[in-house]
């Protein structure tokens, strides 16, 4: 796979929009949609917090050192961004709701309380609503973004993972790539050397020492939440170099999240590549019923076609693994002619070096709803407003980077990602 593919846009016919999201918490507004309510008895307390520049990870150590309880037992159902406000939703068993409504904590705000009889887990959550407003851009443009969000509409979102999926560098899937190829050695140079334009300080230092073989100047210089990279250098320099001790000093769950990007990477070239048939189905094609998300074998296509136009169905790509369903036809060989060029096949993700990867089914498409623009100003000058659901899974990115055709929409990267499914 190449190093570097752009992905293409689905509203390639619209001119850019150039525009900013994120100069401020308050122009990037998320609020999670549950998957459902709380019953109103049980020992779990379920609560909604609004949070503004605050990951969602901190926001639980938070909550759960002033509740008195470790961070595992907070429950929740997505991950939200830092620079964003956000509404989302927890849940603590044996706490009464009044000590969690009393909560008066810097950047969270507690809404509302209720009891339900069930630990709040990923993936409880059918969505979230967005209200985002996109900075130094041109108002007159509203109605190049409306037409961008009228084809999405109609025809879907295609269902990129966005670029945090891939990490500051955008160089995650290569250190799974190079873990499927049990390539230790290319797995610890991306991960920890191999300086580049996006390093800086500390980190640029760190990757210096460790290309010039000082492991030990390396372990320090890394900041110290650099966990992993910190304890993989220390290891390297106990043991005169050794990469493969050094690599099982990974944490699994890192090692598994090097793998998950690779697969999203793999993914977002499906995506690409039958950008202009989002909205078709081809013999063979494993479809995904929506909102279930049934996946079953499309043999009759001018039968399935009209549920496809309606948006009942959407073709999937692929999150590669050894126990995915597989198409026939058509898509089938270009997924597999996709792992090909990289040397693969799926039988490659239950080696060693992938953590045996079952796999899943992903739809190409994701439905938007509920959506609006405006154009307006206010202290800050003038903006473009957008109003729009998507469902868990998906990125609001995907449908920014439409209307700016670029993937880099703000000061920071990062977007609001809703539980990955693939994660």
């Not at 049990?182 to 300086?195: K, N, S």
């Not at 992993?228 to 890192?254: M, N, P, W, Y």
């Not at 100003?377 to 209307?403: K, M, N, T, W």
């Amino acid at each position: 796979m190449a190093e570097s593919v752009p992905s293409p846009f689905l509203t390639r016919h619209v001119q850019p929009v150039p525009g900013v999201v994120k100069c401020r918490n308050e122009d990037f507004r998320v609020e999670e949609v549950p998957l459902y309510e709380p019953c109103g008895r049980g020992t779990h307390t379920y609560f909604t917090i609004e949070k503004s520049g605050l990951p969602t990870l901190e926001a639980v150590r938070r909550v759960a050192g002033a509740l008195g309880v470790a961070p595992y037992q907070i429950g929740y159902a997505g991950l939200k961004d830092a620079r964003a406000v956000t509404r989302q939703i927890f849940s603590v068993e044996h706490v009464d709701p009044d000590r969690v409504a009393a909560l008066n904590l810097p950047g969270i705000r507690v809404l509302n309380v209720a009891r339900h009889g069930n630990k709040l887990r990923i993936g409880h959550l059918k969505g979230n609503r967005f209200v985002i407003r996109l900075r130094r851009t041109d108002p007159t443009r509203l109605g190049d973004v409306q037409a961008v969000l009228d084809v999405l509409s109609k025809r879907g979102v295609p269902n990129y993972f966005g670029p945090q999926r891939f990490g500051a560098r955008g160089d995650t899937w290569q250190i799974g790539r190079a873990m499927l190829r049990q390539d230790w050695d290319e797995c610890l140079d991306v991960m920890l050397g191999r300086p580049g334009p996006s390093d800086h300080g500390p980190i640029l230092a760190a990757r210096q020492h460790y290309e010039a073989g000082r492991y030990d100047q390396a372990a320090e210089a890394w900041p110290w939440v650099f966990r992993a990279e910190r304890r993989t250098c220390r290891v390297l320099a106990q043991t005169r170099g050794s990469r493969a001790r050094a690599f099982k000093a990974i944490d699994k769950a890192l090692k598994r999240f090097y793998v998950s990007a690779y697969q999203s990477a793999l993914f977002n070239r499906v995506v690409g590549e039958r950008i202009d048939a989002l909205d078709r189905v081809w013999e063979g094609d494993l479809a995904w019923r929506h909102p279930q998300g049934a996946v079953f074998s499309v043999r009759d296509v001018a039968a399935e076609q009209p549920r496809c136009d309606r948006f009942e169905i959407s073709p999937t790509g692929p999150l590669f693994g050894y126990r995915m369903s597989q198409p026939t036809g058509r898509a089938s060989e270009m997924e597999a002619a996709l792992l090909a060029e990289d040397g693969f096949t799926v039988r490659d993700f239950r080696s060693p070096g992938a953590h045996r990867v079952k796999g899943a089914r992903r739809p190409l498409r994701v439905p938007l709803s509920e959506v609006s623009a405006e154009a307006g100003v206010d202290s800050h000058g003038p903006f473009i407003e957008l109003r729009f659901f998507l469902p868990s899974g998906s990125y609001a990115l995907s449908v920014i980077r439409e209307i700016c055709k670029s993937d880099v929409t703000g000061d920071d990267q990062g977007d609001v990602a809703p539980e990955d499914p693939a994660a």
